[in-house]
């Protein structure tokens, strides 16, 4: 059964680094994309970037790049997405999302880590 | 704002027909590339419930089909039910964009009255 599990909810100040994680399960980890879908509060879905753990091939949305580090561990079958300094706008639930290629949908995501960036 | 737009609401009574309309450009669902439409109930994942534009995931009711026409795309649901309350996205591929070329549409609020 392919799963994605991702790590808990997290409670932050403005500035602090952050690193939440989505273990793969069920599949081959390098063979898939693994998106980091990010959703505010009452809004909707937005593509943060990709990764193909196969050969670390990393793209970020424009508005993501340099806000944030995607990465992906083949030897434990996990994606990774970092904060080096938080703010009060990155409040929101990631997803992470697994698909095939580029024109195919996501068919499985992860549950949500919900971020709370709060003073 | 997203490049595909959705409404933001739409509802319906029990037992209806309702559509959600996803309206690109020629760079993403007019240039052909696959639409995808989830649904999402809030506090969870989003949901896979149509793909390739008219496809439907296994186990997915054959109440929800999905269309395109020129640079827009819909999700019809008939026969609507009080489970079928939730917000719905649609997806596509788009060439101007870099990263991962994603789009999602702003998503709509499905009410069943």
């Known amino acids: 059964e392919v799963q994605l599990v991702q790590s808990g909810a997290e409670v932050k100040k403005p500035g602090e680094s952050l690193k939440i994680s989505c273990k793969a399960s069920g599949y081959s980890f390098s063979t898939y994309w693994i998106a980091w879908v990010r959703q505010m509060p009452g809004k909707g879905l937005e593509s943060m970037g990709i990764i193909y753990p196969g050969d670390s091939d990393t793209r970020y949305s424009p508005s993501f790049q340099g806000q944030v580090t995607i990465s992906a561990d083949k030897s434990i079958s996990t994606a990774f997405l970092q904060w080096s300094s938080l703010k009060a706008s990155d409040n929101a639930i990631y997803f992470c999302?697994?698909?095939?290629?580029?024109?195919?949908?996501?068919?499985?995501w992860g549950q949500g880590t919900l971020v709370t960036v709060s003073s | 704002q997203s490049v595909v737009t959705q409404p933001p609401s739409v509802s319906g009574a029990p037992g209806q027909r309702v559509t959600i309309s996803c309206s690109g450009s020629y760079s993403n669902i007019g240039a052909g590339y696959d639409v995808h439409w989830y649904q999402q109930v809030p506090g969870t994942a989003p949901k896979l419930l149509i793909y390739g534009t008219k496809n439907r995931p296994s186990g997915v009711p054959d109440r929800f089909s999905g269309s395109r026409s020129g640079t827009s795309a819909s999700l019809a649901i008939t026969g609507l039910q009080p489970e079928d309350e939730a917000d719905y996205y649609c997806?596509?591929?788009?060439?101007?964009?870099?990263?991962?070329?994603?789009?999602f549409g702003g998503g709509t609020k499905l009410t069943v009255l």
């Open positions: 997806q596509s591929y788009d060439s101007d964009l870099r990263g991962s070329n994603w789009v």
């Open positions: 999302a697994r698909f095939g290629d580029h024109f195919e949908p996501v068919d499985y």
